[in-house]
C-alpha cells in the first residue's frame, strides 16, 4: 500500500501561530483587568468600613474652625508590657508584645490601640494596698466588658507592687480635653430655643469641638454609668478627670479604685475611714455621717460632671467660700452658656435635695435620646456606630490574649 504525504501548508501554519498568540494576549489582557477590578473592589470596601466606622461626610461635613494642631506621640525606645492574660494565670506567663512608651507609664502597643499602666503602687501600707487590690477585684471579677467602660488589659503583682494596665485613650481625661476649647475654637449651634445644623456629621477628629459633641458625651457619660448600676455598682468618684476620650471621640469611665457593689441594698455605706472626694461633685446626703453611697449620688455627680463639660472645664461653685452650706441653702451652679436649656432643667433635676426625686441613669439615656429626637439632631445613629467600632476594637484587645 502506498502512502501519499503531502506537505503543510505554510500559510495554515502562520495563521494556527497567530490564533495561539491572540488567545495567549487576550487571557493576559483579562488577567490584568480582573486585577484591577479586584483591587477597585478592594479599596471601595475599605473606604466603605471606614466611613461606616467613622460615619463622616465630606460633602455634608462641616467643622469646628478653627482647628488645634494634632499632637503626634513621642516615639522612644522600644519597651515590653503584658499583653491580656488567661484566667488565673499572673503576669509571668503572659505573652509579651513590643511597644513604644510614648510618656511616663504609657505605652503604645502596636496595632491594638493604647495601653497605659494605670496603677503603680510599690507602699506596704496596708490601707494603700487594698485600696488598689479593690480595684483590681472589680476590674477582673466585677463588670463585663462595655464600650463606655474603660477596658481591662492585664494586671502584674511583684512583691508589694501591684501594676495594673488598661486601655490608653488617645484623648486623654475628658476635662483637660475640653479645656482646650473656648469661644475661639467651640462650634456653638444652639441657637434660643433650638439648635441650628441638625443634619450635622459628627466629626471624629480630636481637634474639634461643637455642641453636638457634648451632647453625644452626656449621653455616653450616662449610657456607662446606667450599666454600671444595672450591674449593683456606684462609682462614688465620677468627675471628668476619671472620663476619658478615645481617638473617634467615644467616651471610657474609669478609675474604678473606689468602685463597690452595693448588691441587695439601695446603696453602699461605708462605716470605717470616710472617703475624701471631691466637695464640689459629692450629694448632699454625703455631707451627713451615714456614708451611703447610691446611684442616686453618682447622679449628682454627673450632673456637675456634665456642667463642667458644656462650660468647657469651668470650676463649679467658684468664688463660693462654703459650698455645703451654699447646696443646703438650695443654692445650684447656673445655666452654662452652651446648654440647651431643657439640659440644664435636668441638671436641676439630678440636684434635687431629696435623693428619691433624682432621675437614674435610665432616665439620662432616655432623656438625652429624647432630646435629640424632638430637636431633629440626626447623631444618635453615628453615635451608636461609633460604640459599635468601639466593641470590635475591645474584643480584638481581648482576642490577643
Known amino acids: 500500500m502506498d502512502f501519499l504525504i503531502q506537505p503543510s501548508d505554510p500559510g495554515n501554519s502562520k495563521d494556527h501561530n497567530l490564533i495561539w498568540k491572540l488567545i495567549s494576549i487576550s487571557f493576559v489582557i483579562v488577567i490584568v483587568v480582573l486585577g484591577f477590578c479586584i483591587l477597585y473592589l478592594w479599596i471601595k470596601l475599605k473606604s466603605v468600613i471606614r466611613k461606616i466606622r467613622n460615619p463622616r461626610n465630606d460633602a455634608e461635613l462641616e467643622t469646628c474652625e478653627p482647628m488645634l494642631p ?24 503572659w505573652n509579651l ?14 496595632g491594638l490601640g493604647y495601653i497605659t499602666m494605670l496603677r503603680r503602687n510599690r507602699s506596704t501600707d496596708p490601707e494603700q494596698q487594698k485600696v488598689i487590690k479593690d480595684e483590681l477585684r472589680f476590674l477582673t471579677e466585677g463588670i463585663e466588658r462595655h464600650p463606655n ?22 484623648g486623654g481625661n475628658l476635662l483637660k480635653f475640653v479645656k482646650r476649647f473656648d469661644d475661639s475654637n467651640f462650634g456653638n449651634h444652639l441657637r434660643n430655643v433650638g439648635y441650628e445644623n441638625t443634619h450635622w456629621v459628627l466629626d471624629s477628629r480630636l481637634t474639634t469641638l461643637c455642641t453636638f459633641d457634648l451632647l ?28 476619658f476620650v478615645t481617638a473617634n471621640k467615644t467616651i471610657r469611665i474609669g478609675n474604678f479604685n473606689l468602685t463597690r457593689r452595693f448588691g441587695n441594698n ?4 461605708i462605716v470605717t ?16 455621717n451615714e456614708n451611703r453611697f447610691s446611684e442616686q449620688s453618682d447622679v449628682w455627680s454627673y450632673a456637675v460632671s456634665i456642667w ?13 467660700e462654703n459650698v455645703e452650706e451654699f447646696i443646703g441653702d438650695g443654692g445650684r451652679l447656673s445655666k452654662p452658656e452652651y446648654a440647651h436649656q431643657e439640659v440644664y432643667h435636668y441638671m436641676l433635676e439630678c440636684w434635687k435635695r431629696e435623693k428619691l426625686d433624682r432621675p437614674t441613669f435610665s432616665k439620662l439615656t432616655e432623656f438625652f435620646e429624647n432630646h435629640m429626637d424632638s430637636h431633629g439632631l440626626q447623631i444618635k445613629r453615628q453615635i451608636d456606630q461609633k460604640l459599635e467600632a468601639s466593641r470590635t476594637v475591645q474584643e480584638a484587645m481581648e482576642a490577643s490574649g
Open 149 to 170: 467602660l474603660l477596658t481591662f488589659i492585664g494586671h502584674e503583682e511583684n512583691g508589694s507592687r501591684i501594676s495594673i494596665y488598661m486601655e490608653h485613650p488617645e
Open 308 to 320: 463642667r463639660l458644656w462650660t468647657l472645664g469651668k470650676i463649679p461653685y467658684e468664688g463660693v
Open 273 to 288: 475611714q470616710r472617703t475624701q472626694l471631691d466637695l464640689h461633685h459629692q450629694a448632699p446626703e454625703l455631707n451627713s
Open 266 to 269: 439601695p446603696y453602699y455605706a
Open 97 to 110: 508584645e513590643y511597644v513604644h512608651q510614648i510618656e511616663e507609664n504609657v505605652y503604645h502597643t502596636l
Open 216 to 243: 453625644s458625651f452626656s449621653w455616653q457619660i450616662a449610657n456607662g454609668m446606667k450599666y454600671l448600676a444595672g450591674n449593683e455598682f456606684v462609682h462614688r468618684w465620677l468627675t471628668l478627670k476619671n472620663v
Open 70 to 93: 494634632i499632637i503626634e506621640p513621642v516615639n522612644e525606645p522600644e519597651q515590653v508590657v503584658m499583653e491580656i492574660p488567661n484566667e488565673h494565670q499572673n503576669a509571668n506567663t
